[in-house]
T-cell receptor, first 111, second 115 residues
Framework: AQTVTQSQPEMSVQEAETVTLSCTYD???????LFWYKQPPSRQMILVIR??????QNATENRFSVNFQKAAKSFSLKISDSQLGDTAMYFC????????FGAGTRLTVKP | ETGVTQTPRHLVMGMTNKKSLKCEQH?????MYWYKQSAKKPLELMFV???????ENNSVPSRFSPECPNSSHLFLHLHTLQPEDSALYLC??????????????FGEGSRLTVL
């Protein structure tokens, strides 16, 4: 079974600085997708960024980018120029059929 | 109106009660999911419905009973729950289940407390 591990339960960052959230996963599959989802306090979980395993180029979405290391089964999320609205739980997820999630990292952006 | 709506948002029930959680999606999707979110644990996939057919039951106890009358509605019937079942229950939908690239769209969740 696939597992997703987020080793940082909580992190904080100063506004305007950069922070990196870690994620590792375990699978024997070669074709899959990886995701980062954001869950703001008392609000819906939304997709932040998606990476296709067969693409070597790291995905980017504005201030959000990933460092995908397929051999190491690592998929970290970098948030640049952090904003107060980035405060949320961040979940890493793996999918090759149904989606499996990590335990999440609670990120606090401090003014 | 949000894409995926869950009711009630909060529910408190005793161990002998029977209650139901409801989920409705307005996105035209064909797959719907129930996840359980407990503090400091990975989201647990409970049930998957694809075109109204249950395609996955992730070893969920029988005190949780899902129902999917059509592609837009999903229920989770609750009966004789335990205090450890207290959690946030998330409903999600996607265009088609079993598609590895499919983005999930989530509701805001139903916060369940079992006394």
């Amino acid at each position: 079974a696939q597992t997703v591990t987020q080793s940082q339960p909580e992190m904080s960052v100063q506004e305007a600085e950069t922070v990196t959230l870690s994620c590792t996963y375990d699978t024997s599959e070669n074709n899959y997708y990886l995701f980062w989802y954001k869950q703001p306090p008392s609000r819906q979980m939304i997709l932040v960024i998606r990476q296709e395993a067969y693409k070597q180029q790291n995905a980017t979405e504005n201030r959000f980018s990933v460092n995908f290391q397929k051999a190491a089964k690592s998929f970290s999320l970098k948030i640049s120029d952090s904003q107060l609205g980035d405060t949320a739980m961040y979940f890493c997820a793996f999918s090759n059929n149904d989606m499996r999630f990590g335990a999440g990292t609670r990120l606090t952006v401090k003014p | 109106e949000t894409g995926v709506t869950q009711t009630p948002r909060h529910l408190v029930m005793g161990m002998t009660n029977k209650k139901s959680l409801k989920c409705e999606q307005h996105l035209g999707h064909n797959a719907m999911y129930w996840y359980k979110q407990s503090a400091k644990k990975p989201l647990e996939l409970m049930f998957v419905y694809n075109f109204k057919e249950q395609t996955e039951n992730n070893s969920v106890p029988s005190r949780f009973s899902p129902e999917c009358p059509n592609s837009s509605h999903l229920f989770l019937h609750l009966h004789t729950l335990q205090p450890e079942d207290s959690a946030l229950y998330l409903c999600a939908s996607s265009q088609v289940g079993g598609k590895i690239s499919g983005e999930l769209f989530f509701g805001e969740g139903s916060r369940l407390t079992v006394l």
